[in-house]
């Protein structure tokens, strides 16, 4: 199982992006996807969450109100909106899958893309 990610980039603060990560050949029946994101010299965050099944998602305190995770079953696709970026939210952006439920409340996901990057000026 391959997950690809496209969509970072450098914006503004206060600008908006749109990462997705592609699972080519691979449906999106895992228990859960989720993006996470690593900035240098710091720990692995878990940042939002879709179960597949249900739809329902989960997002950390930091980007709730923010960031919005969504699926696209038909193109097995999960997407991230990040809008009102902040500098804060500079980092390497990846995204994982969960073959385990109980899985999905850790950061020990089954499969990982390669991450990308987004940048954030002031």
């Known amino acids: 199982v391959q997950l690809v990610e496209s969509g970072g980039g450098s914006v503004q603060a206060g600008g908006s992006l749109r990462p997705s990560c592609a699972a080519p050949?691979?449906?999106?029946?895992?228990?859960?996807m989720g993006w996470f994101r690593q900035a240098p010299g710091k720990a692995r965050e878990r940042v939002a969450v879709?179960?597949?099944?249900?739809?329902?998602?989960y997002y950390a305190d930091s980007v709730k109100g923010r960031f919005t995770i969504s699926q696209d079953n038909a193109k097995n696709t999960l997407y991230l909106q990040m809008d009102s970026l902040k500098p804060v939210d500079a980092a390497m952006y990846y995204c994982?899958?969960?073959?385990?439920?109980?899985?999905?409340?850790?950061?020990?996901?089954?499969?990982w893309g390669q991450g990308t990057q987004v940048t954030v000026s002031s």
């Open positions: 994982a899958a969960a073959s385990n439920p109980r899985t999905c409340w850790t950061n020990d996901y089954n499969y």
């Open positions: 050949g691979y449906t999106l029946s895992s228990s859960c």
């Open positions: 879709i179960f597949t099944g249900s739809g329902s998602t």
